[in-house]
């Protein structure tokens, strides 16, 4: 029994469980990116609403409530580009592409760690400088299996880059003795 539903010769009990599969495996990268943005946002909120709001922030900083929807979209792409990559090419496929995935992922929960809750402002402009290459990196790699899952990072890359040009300007309007605390050795 053919069927047109899935590939050529593919019955549609088969099609069925791999259209099955597809889903879980997007619930699955949902659910790794979500926890990933719970993680950050929970750092977040520590510093926003203490030390970072009383803070000197460069003209070109948006209001605090466009960050939510933002990152909200954006880790969206990131799970639909990560699933696209992993069921085009599996696992075992796009091993490298999606280890970049992850450690990027790791980066960006690491960032507002470092520069809410702990205030280091300048190692978190080190840091996100990095989570911003890590992230062109995962989209060069996601270009071998999908365009479209690379194109998805783009908007992520530029965002971060965008973030990184205000982490840096927050770090280096602090005063003195607190940028010293939060600065990478020279």
Do not use: C
């Amino acid at each position: 029994m053919t069927s047109d539903a899935g590939r050529p010769g593919e019955t549609r009990q088969r099609a069925a469980h791999r259209g099955r599969a597809a889903l879980v495996g997007l619930a699955a990268f949902l659910g790794a990116v979500f926890i990933a943005m719970l993680i950050a946002g929970l750092a977040t909120r520590v510093g926003v609403n203490g030390w970072y709001a009383e803070a000197s922030k460069p003209f070109w900083t948006p209001p605090d409530w466009v960050f939510t929807p933002v990152w909200t979209a954006l880790y969206a792409l990131m799970a639909v580009a990560a699933w696209l990559v992993w069921r085009r090419s599996g696992w075992h496929g796009a091993r490298l592409a999606l280890t970049l995935f992850f450690v990027q992922l790791g980066l960006n929960v690491l960032w507002p760690i470092l520069f809410f809750s702990f205030k280091l402002t300048g190692w978190a402009s080190l840091e996100i400088l990095l989570l911003v290459l890590a992230i062109l990196a995962t989209a060069w790699r996601f270009d071998r299996h999908s365009r479209i899952a690379a194109a998805l990072l783009l908007p992520y890359a530029v965002w971060t880059g965008y973030a990184a040009s205000i982490s840096i300007a927050v770090w280096l309007m602090m005063p003195g003795a607190e940028a010293a605390g939060g600065a990478p050795p020279a």
